[in-house]
RNA sequence: GGCCCCGUAGUUCAACGGAUAGAAUGGAAGUUUCCUAAACUUUAGAUACAGGUUCGAUUCCUGUCGGGGCUACCA
């Protein structure tokens, strides 16, 4: 049991045989001692006055002097207010210490569960838009997730599905077949993905010329202009023909999908982000027409007279939903549900997780109860990982409109960013250019990674293209700087030395600063499993960030290689080495490399 | 209009209903004969507004104001 569970327990307990009532084990909660207390772990009495029928102060009194007399590795306790103040003794730390820094997986659980696999689907391309800062920060996040719970114990299967049908794929296809005269990434020298998001542009800009002229012409509304446009209208024809499998607009289709792949499977490649099985809705659409067909028959939906089928959601306060068009077409709601049964059938998951833009809410929402209605019951295993927009300066990125910021472009920038603010640090003198090459690149995506991930998930962030991501303070380079030095140091104590450290519990007067530090680390494999429970990668970023700074206050104060006495020295090589180790495990759960030398 | 999310230092981010609201950056002032100064130390600076619930509210509830999103036979 953990310490933590035995002071808990005996706080409980003695509530109990003071008061003569029973106490609820989930009511006893302790939290970490706030910094600026004496303390490792507090227990608030305010809620418990009524029961131990005692002032705040004496409350907090009594319970201490139970715990002390009850728990061994309790040392002391003092008294604020209400807040009862418990200090573990120092041979508790030391011990931690002793018995855990062997430990490579330190952090992660010690089994993976047999039970039902988590699937986390992310990234989910549109085969028309090149990756720009909205999918890096969704690719981000599901892939961090998806190491977190594994790091937690859970099977996991990450998925993507990509977007690769729709009317929208037929805009490109038909401006490239109009107007490409044949163009291809080789001749071009564009990336693939680029090259096709260009087609769509063009679409939309030949488009905007004919509505603006049918406009001109006839008093019509733009949407009605735009509906009968004569590019829309072949659009339409086109996605038909799609439909019909017709073999000339397949072939064009597989081959600027080939490109597109191309061009993400780069991307992902430099993000270091992968998946174990990619969806196409191509793939799957037909069969969300198939159940929602089914769903007709069996008297659950509704068809209007136009032909087009709909869910009545109205009894859920929602509106009707529409699920298949006039023309019997799917729309992209009637896929998803074809993918959840698929993926349902498949791997019968504990839990469908949908790492998608908060944007989608209502759409998931509607998922859910259609799927509801649709008789499906694990209809609830869906869960949507609604994670915040990333906005500019003067709002929302607009693919549209042209205002995102490029995935491809960032990295670059990034990148350089990281080459030019090593070099004027004069570090790289003795590098090698194949160390400076891989350097950069995990510098690079360190400081974006950790930019992104350090957020609430949930929230809307702020990026600034004007300015560069940081490299000093909160930052990921800081981070991977503070594992840098502590290397440093272990290179220099050499393997030998590190195989047998002589850290002796009982001759070595261990400071609070160093029991601060060891406290932090104590503290991890239980930030894993909130940040776990949470789907929340940030709270893994802010508490390394958390532990550096304690480590650097620690390393700039106390000599480490440098301390004469033996064993002192030792035992603060192993603290560091320890640090280390859980500053590299925590940074993978977040995608990121920490180098051994920048 | 309806529904949902968000308002914390100049700026970007933290804070299970708990103690004196933390950081970073920018501003000011320091620390290199010492294991990597991408570091460390000191300093000024914030809960949009008005009510309510509570021993205790940035956190929960109501309203006002401000920002964003959704409300497609787009995806």
New binding site residues.
Partial sequence: MAVEEKIAQAIRLAIQAASGEEVPEETI?L?K??K??EGDV?F?V??FLKLLKRSPEESAGFLGKEVISRVEEVDSFNV????L?ISLKKSFWLDFLLTQSGSQDYGKAATISADKPVIVEYSSP?TNKPLHLGHIRNNLLGNSVARILEASGKQVVKVNLV?DR???ICKSMLAWIKYGQGETPETSGKKGDKLVGDYYVRFETELRKQVQEVMNSRAITEEEARNTAPLMLEARDLLRKWEERDPEVIRVWEIMNTWVYRGFDSTYTRLGIDFDKIYY?SDTYLLGRTIVLEGLKEGRLIK?A?G?VWADLSDDNL?EK?LL???GTS??ITQDIGTAQLRHDEFKPEKMLYVVG??????FEVLKKVLKKLGKSWADTIHHLSYG?VELPD??MKSREGTVVDADDLMDEMVET?RR??EE?G?TTDFSETYKAVLYHT?AMGALKYFIL???PR????FNPAESI?????TG??IQ?TH??I???IR?AGPERMAQLRTDIHKHQIHPKEIALLKHIYNYPGMVREAAGELNP?LIA?FTYELC?EF??F??E?????EPDRHISDFRLQLSAFTALCIRNAMELLGINVPE??
């Fill in positions: 909660v939290q001692t706030r600026d207390f507090t608030v305010f809620p604020v207010k209400g807040f103040n549109n977007n729709g009317i929208h809705e209007k136009d087009s509106d529409l068009r006039t023309d729309v992209y908060n944007e989608q809410n209502y759409h927009m709002g929302k990281a603010t090593t640090l570090k510098i350090k957020v609430d929230k809307n962030m702020l940081d490299f000093n303070g909160n380079p800081f700087y840098a030095r290397a440093s140091m220099k940030a802010n700074k650097n206050q390393y700039h106390f000599p480490v290689l440098n030398r920048m």
